[in-house]
């Protein structure tokens, strides 16, 4: 019997050195051929390296595994599978786009593993809300619902108002895309209560770049403000620059995913200027809201030779290190399996509005897992370009600049139509291109 | 009411002008040696960033690094041709592969390198001009001309000047024109040289007024390949006159429409006149 004791004991001896943990693996996962994807790779990457410098979690090494959405819910499932599974991630975080949210949160459900993500849809709390058991292990990190983007906008249309400004037609061109619907139904109420009128809702797909056009429309309807609310399509920066060519009567103020790239004012030929945007993600290169988000930015230009080219790096450095946190409390609390997925949500979801964890910014999560809205946790500032810098223009609280009016707004003599001469240049190229078919035409004589 | 058609002329113009350009490029390589380049959307985009790279990370001056870029295609054009395509060039199905292969291998390329977001080649002129109370930007009107022009020295130098009557030549009947003494492979290293900077000129053009991505070489293959069927396989005034009639259709779905529908409302007004005229406009049986 002692015999049959000791081959049991020792099967069991070996089966726990063999699930003993000997590292601990966090996935990230996006777009890696975009800015978004890039800047959560290099911020968990950053994080993971200070993090093993102070002795890893636990005592135990990080690891990242990185895999591509491609935008794509095919990609995006088939390589969250394989970093729950294969890789065998201890959570993942990342995301970008409602859609492939959405089709990512059932590979997570079906894993089991924690999902600290980005997107803005609100049908992904909605999700935990409904069927918690099933979704539990999804947390937003990087950004709030789209019902709070509709918030900021009404936010930014008062402080211009309150500003001098007179805003009432609005022209908004959006995203044509589950996101921004949600937006819409939200913001839609917000205006009629301010009495702003929305004389015109634009959609535009992915890669859309024929602005012009809409500019033009915008200002012969007497639009007062264009509104974008852009991210999938990926061309506010040809707006921006096509808005700031055309000069317009017209304010360009909105949600412009571009133009929280600190290199986007160069992108657009410094034609960028004056755009107005709310700063998704709540941190902004030049307006840090923590003392730790100040260093991030600082060792991630170090790092990698320039700042995060999107707010989504925020959100991926603040996922490593929630996790950290969460999985220390746990052990701290004498949890058995700290690093199990049931007890970390247990433990993430400590951090609610009563009781927020300042990292790059004050997160706390609501009990659908959805980002807390405010001035005292995360929001979108509003934000503006100003000769090649971004500033913060409110709340107060946080600003670091004030509103500049686009000065063919500003200056009444130049309301009118502003018809600027065309350089030297462009008169010598039509008539360089005027002799050489003269040329050749005498040529061929 | 006035100045609504008079937007939809100005806008439509610019619009076509810069499709035309890449059209007749594919038109011609297709017409002259019935090469099928589904690379010919890449060589759109390469100039524009090699443009780019030339101006931004070098300090080359607008113009200069606008004529490089063209050349720099050209050139390229050249090397595709002479290393994949020339061998080949009797298997048309072949062709397609390969030029798509080498057209997805420059898109990854490129992907990886700069990434999906847009980026702009320093417009040449700046300001805007105002056309019957519509503005428009120097740079669009500037886009047209340069089209136009080039469009016309393209007619010029194959319908008047010896190499071009060779090109029409061959475009016709290559053994007659090989038994004419006509040296056919000179003919198509320079029908392909000549295609590749017209899709050259075409993505610096546009790069200036909206943005260059990598994705946008499918976009211009597919208005390219659309056009040229609309047109007529092989005909450059079909091209041509199939350039104004997408990019007409595309500004006036804007207009009444809606941004969302261009694009669909293009494609179906293609298929609905090839319903009508399979072999295009300006096609004809063979």
Known sequence: ?445 | MIELVLKIIVFGAVVSGIWALVASGFSLIFGVARILNFAHGTLFVLSAYFGIVLVKNIGVNNYLAFILGILFVGIVGVIVFKLTISPIKTHEVMVVIVTLAIALLVEQFLLLIFGEHGISFPSLVGGIQNIGGIKITNIRILSLIIAIATLILLEFFITKTKTGKMITATSQDMEAAMLMGIDVDRIYLITMFISSILAGLGGLLYSQIFATTPIVSVKALIYAFAIVILGGLGSLRGSIIASFIVGYVIVVTITFLGARWSEFVMLLTIISILVVKPTGLFGVEE
């Open chain 1, 1 to 445: 019997m002692w015999k049959v004791a000791i081959v049991v004991l020792a099967i069991l001896v070996c089966i726990g050195v063999a699930a003993a943990k000997d590292k601990v693996v966090i996935g990230v996962i996006g777009p890696m051929s975009l800015p978004e994807g890039q800047a959560e790779k290099n911020a968990v990457m950053l994080a993971v390296e200070e993090i093993n410098e102070q002795g890893g979690i636990l005592g135990l090494e990080v690891e990242v595994v990185v895999g591509d959405t491609k935008l794509n819910p095919d990609s995006a499932t088939a390589e969250f599978r394989r970093l729950a599974t294969v890789e065998n991630a201890d959570m993942i975080t990342g995301g970008f786009s409602s859609g492939v949210m959405l089709a990512m949160m059932e590979t997570m459900a079906e894993t089991k593993t924690v999902f600290l993500a980005d997107a803005s849809s609100p049908a992904h709390p909605a999700k935990v809300a409904e069927n918690y058991e099933k979704y539990k292990y999804w947390f937003r990190i990087s950004q709030n619902n789209g019902t709070t983007f509709a918030w900021d906008l009404a936010d930014m249309l008062d402080f211009l108002n309150a500003n001098g400004l007179n805003i009432k037609k609005i022209y908004v061109i959006r995203d044509e895309h589950i996101w921004t619907d949600a937006v819409m139904n939200d913001l839609k109420p917000l205006l009629e209560k301010r009495n702003i009128e929305i004389i015109k809702d634009v959609q535009v797909p992915k890669g859309y770049t024929e602005y012009e056009q809409l500019i033009d429309e915008a200002e012969s309807l007497n639009a007062d403000l264009i509104m974008p609310i852009l991210a999938i399509a990926g061309t506010g920066d040809v707006l921006a620059k096509q808005w700031g060519t055309l000069k317009p009567k017209v304010m360009l103020a909105g949600h412009d995913l571009a133009a929280i790239d600190p290199g986007f004012f160069e992108k657009t030929d410094g034609l960028a200027n004056y755009e107005i945007f709310i700063a998704d993600g709540g941190a902004l290169v030049t307006a840090p809201p923590t003392e730790m988000c100040k260093k991030f930015i600082e060792a991630y230009k170090q790092k990698y030779g320039h700042y995060p080219e999107s707010h989504q790096a925020y959100g991926a450095y603040d996922a490593v290190y929630i996790y950290k946190k969460a999985v220390e409390e746990a052990s701290k609390a004498g949890e058995q399996d700290p690093f199990s997925p049931d007890v970390v949500v247990k433990y993430l979801e400590k951090y609610d509005p009563e009781n927020p964890i300042e990292l790059t910014r004050t997160i706390a999560f609501h009990k659908n897992h959805a980002l807390a809205w405010g001035d005292n946790y995360v929001r979108n500032w509003i934000s503006q370009w100003q000769d090649g810098k971004q500033y913060i223009i409110s709340p107060k609280t946080v600003a670091n600049g004030e509103l500049k009016i686009p000065p063919w707004l500003a200056e009444e003599e130049q309301k009118t139509p502003e018809t600027t001469k065309a350089t030297p240049g462009f008169g010598a190229l039509i008539a360089i291109a005027g002799l050489s078919i003269a040329w050749l035409r005498r040529k061929t004589k």
